[in-house]
C-alpha cells in the first residue's frame, strides 16, 4: 500500500511542547513506560540513551561536568553529546523538531502552524539534505530517521513510528527531551497525553458496550492494487475506539482491480465493513473525493456497502499543508486526538468536530495548515490538547 506521502513528517508539533521558560519543577529524569526501542539510563553528571533501533549508545554529558570538556566519544555503538544541545538540526523528512537551540531543517514540508510560523520569521534556515559534512560540523546534533548507522558523529537516529502502539510512539517525546535536560517537561506532556488517552479508552468502551462494535478496515489502492494495513498501531486504535478489526485471515495481500476474481474478492470484504479508513495516496488531498473511491474501486452504486449507506468513509488527510500531512506529525504527537475521532467515526454523535478524520462520504474537505493559525510566540510551549471524555459519549 502507498502511504499518503512518499517521505513521512514526525512529530513537529513537539517542537513546540518544550520551553525552557516555562518548565514546572518536577522530577529531572524520565523513565521508559512503554516504549520498547528505546531506554534511559541516569548517572551523576551523565545519561545514556540505549537505541535498539541502530544499536548505539548516545552518552550526554552535561555542560557543567569535566567529562563535558575533556571527552569525546565516536565509536561504531557510542556517541557522546554535551547536553542541553547548543544547536541542533532535522531531517524533516523522517525527524521532529525541539524547540529552543534548533538552526536548521532539511525541508520546507511542514505540518505546524507555528513551526512555520517560526522558518518564516527566519529564525530557522534550510540545509540541503546531502550536505552530510554541513551537518556534521555546523550543528552539535542532527536527528535522523533511518534505521542505519550514522554516518557522522553527530548523527541521531529517532524513529518513533517503529513502536506498536499509539502511546509507544508517543513516549518519544521523554527521548528527545534527554537531549534538552527538559524531562519534567516531557513527563508531564507524556502522563497528561496517556491520562486523557485512558479516558477516551473508557468511555468508548461504555459506548460500545450498547451496540455492535463496528467492523473496521484500513484500505489502500497503488497502482490499481487494493490491500489491507495490518500496521499494529493502527489495529491498536479501532480496539481502544470500540471498534472490531477485519480478521487478517480474510484477506489476501492484495487484489488486482483489473482481475475480475480479485475485484470481486475485494468487494466482497468491502460488504462486510461498517466504516473504512482509505489511505489511498493523493498528490493533492483536496481533489481526494468520495468518486475518487468510487472510481479506484469501480462500483458505481452503494447497495451492498453498508460503509456507504451509513456514510462512514474516511481518510486521514484532513489537516495538511500543501502536500504534507500532519497525520505523520501532530497526530503521533497526540493520539488522544486521532482516539477521539475514530470513536466519533464509529459511534457518531454529531457534537464533536474531528481533527485529522475527515469523512469523504459527508463531502468533508481538508483544514489548511497555514503560519498565521499559531496565534502564540515561539518561546511559548504547546500543551497538549486534552478532550473532555464526555464530548465523545
Same mark, same amino acid.
Given at each position: 500500500?502507498?502511504?499518503?506521502?512518499?517521505?513521512?513528517?514526525?512529530?513537529?508539533? %513537539?517542537?513546540? %511542547?518544550?520551553?525552557?521558560?516555562? =518548565?514546572?519543577?518536577?522530577?529531572?529524569?524520565?523513565?521508559?513506560?512503554?516504549?520498547?526501542?528505546?531506554?534511559?539510563?541516569?548517572?551523576?553528571?551523565?545519561?545514556?540513551?540505549?537505541?535498539?533501533?541502530?544499536?548505539?549508545?548516545?552518552?550526554?554529558?552535561?555542560?557543567?561536568?569535566?567529562?563535558?570538556?575533556?571527552?569525546?566519544? *565516536?565509536?561504531?555503538?557510542?556517541?557522546?553529546?554535551?547536553?542541553?544541545?547548543?544547536n541542533f538540526s532535522i531531517d524533516t523528512t523522517t525527524?521532529?523538531?525541539?524547540?529552543?537551540?534548533?538552526?536548521?531543517?532539511?525541508?520546507?514540508?511542514?505540518?505546524?502552524?507555528? +513551526?512555520?510560523?517560526?522558518?518564516?520569521?527566519?529564525?530557522?534556515?534550510?540545509?540541503?539534505?546531502?550536505?552530510?559534512?554541513?551537518?556534521?560540523?555546523?550543528?552539535?546534533?542532527?536527528?535522523?530517521?533511518?534505521?542505519?548507522?550514522?554516518?557522522? *558523529?553527530?548523527?541521531?537516529?529517532?524513529?518513533?513510528?517503529?513502536?506498536?502502539?499509539?502511546?509507544?510512539?508517543?513516549?518519544?517525546?521523554?527521548?528527545?527531551?534527554?537531549?534538552?535536560?527538559?524531562?519534567?517537561?516531557?513527563?508531564?506532556?507524556?502522563?497528561?497525553?496517556?491520562?486523557?488517552?485512558? *479516558?477516551?479508552?473508557?468511555?468508548?468502551?461504555?459506548?460500545?458496550?450498547?451496540?455492535?462494535?463496528?467492523?473496521?478496515?484500513w484500505v489502500g489502492c497503488n497502482e490499481g492494487m487494493?490491500?489491507?494495513?495490518?500496521?499494529?498501531?493502527?489495529?491498536?486504535?479501532?480496539?481502544?475506539?470500540?471498534?472490531?478489526?477485519?480478521?487478517?485471515?480474510?484477506?489476501?495481500?492484495?487484489?488486482?482491480?483489473?482481475?475480475?476474481?480479485?475485484?470481486?474478492?475485494?468487494?466482497?470484504?468491502?460488504?462486510?465493513?461498517?466504516?473504512?479508513?482509505?489511505?489511498?495516496?493523493?498528490?493533492?488531498?483536496?481533489?481526494?473525493?468520495?468518486?475518487?473511491?468510487?472510481?479506484?474501486?469501480?462500483?458505481?452504486?452503494?447497495?451492498?456497502?453498508?460503509?456507504?449507506?451509513?456514510?462512514? +468513509?474516511?481518510?486521514?488527510?484532513?489537516?495538511?499543508?500543501?502536500?504534507?500531512?500532519?497525520?505523520?506529525?501532530?497526530?503521533?504527537?497526540?493520539?488522544? =486526538?486521532?482516539?477521539?475521532?475514530?470513536?466519533?467515526?464509529?459511534?457518531?454523535?454529531?457534537?464533536?468536530?474531528?481533527?485529522?478524520?475527515?469523512?469523504?462520504?459527508?463531502?468533508?474537505?481538508?483544514?489548511?495548515?497555514?503560519?498565521?493559525?499559531?496565534?502564540?510566540?515561539?518561546?511559548?510551549?504547546?500543551?497538549?490538547?486534552?478532550?473532555?471524555?464526555?464530548?465523545?459519549?
Open positions: 500500500m502507498a502511504p499518503l506521502l512518499q517521505l513521512p513528517f514526525f512529530f513537529f508539533f %513537539f517542537v513546540f %511542547f518544550f520551553s525552557f521558560s516555562l =518548565l514546572t519543577d518536577g522530577d529531572n529524569t524520565s523513565h521508559v513506560e512503554q516504549a520498547g526501542n528505546f531506554h534511559i539510563y541516569y548517572g551523576q553528571s551523565f545519561k545514556v540513551i540505549k537505541n535498539a533501533l541502530d544499536g548505539q549508545s548516545y552518552l550526554l554529558l552535561q555542560n557543567s561536568s569535566r567529562a563535558a570538556t575533556r571527552s569525546r566519544y *565516536c565509536t561504531g555503538r557510542i556517541k557522546s553529546f554535551v547536553i542541553p544541545l547548543s525527524v521532529p523538531g525541539l524547540l529552543g537551540s534548533l538552526k536548521a531543517i532539511t525541508s520546507e514540508s511542514m505540518s505546524s502552524e507555528c +513551526l512555520l510560523k517560526t522558518y518564516m520569521g527566519g529564525e530557522i534556515e534550510i540545509v540541503n539534505k546531502s550536505e552530510t559534512n554541513q551537518l556534521a560540523t555546523q550543528f552539535t546534533a542532527h536527528f535522523i530517521g533511518e534505521k542505519r548507522q550514522s554516518r557522522a *558523529c553527530n548523527f541521531v537516529t529517532f524513529e518513533p513510528s517503529e513502536e506498536n502502539t499509539p502511546l509507544q510512539r508517543t513516549e518519544w517525546i521523554k527521548y528527545l527531551g534527554t537531549f534538552l535536560n527538559v524531562e519534567a517537561r516531557a513527563n508531564q506532556v507524556f502522563q497528561a497525553v496517556k491520562e486523557n488517552y485512558g *479516558c477516551l479508552i473508557k468511555a468508548a468502551a461504555n459506548t460500545s458496550a450498547t451496540s455492535f462494535k463496528p467492523v473496521v478496515a487494493w490491500s489491507f494495513s495490518h500496521d499494529t498501531y493502527k489495529s491498536q486504535y479501532v480496539v481502544d475506539a470500540g471498534g472490531e478489526n477485519l480478521e487478517d485471515s480474510l484477506e489476501a495481500n492484495a487484489y488486482n482491480m483489473s482481475i475480475p476474481q480479485d475485484l470481486d474478492d475485494f468487494r466482497a470484504l468491502l460488504c462486510t465493513l461498517d466504516v473504512v479508513i482509505d489511505e489511498t495516496y493523493a498528490s493533492d488531498p483536496s481533489e481526494y473525493t468520495l468518486s475518487t473511491f468510487m472510481q479506484n474501486v469501480n462500483i458505481s452504486d452503494n447497495d451492498c456497502f453498508s460503509f456507504l449507506t451509513n456514510r462512514s +468513509l474516511w481518510r486521514y488527510d484532513k489537516r495538511v499543508h500543501n502536500t504534507t500531512l500532519d497525520w505523520f506529525d501532530g497526530a503521533i504527537s497526540q493520539p488522544q =486526538l486521532v482516539l477521539a475521532d475514530l470513536i466519533e467515526a464509529f459511534f457518531p454523535t454529531g457534537n464533536y468536530t474531528t481533527t485529522y478524520l475527515r469523512n469523504i462520504a459527508k463531502g468533508e474537505g481538508i483544514t489548511d495548515i497555514a503560519p498565521e493559525r499559531c496565534g502564540r510566540s515561539s518561546d511559548t510551549a504547546m500543551d497538549p490538547t486534552i478532550v473532555p471524555c464526555n464530548t465523545i459519549s
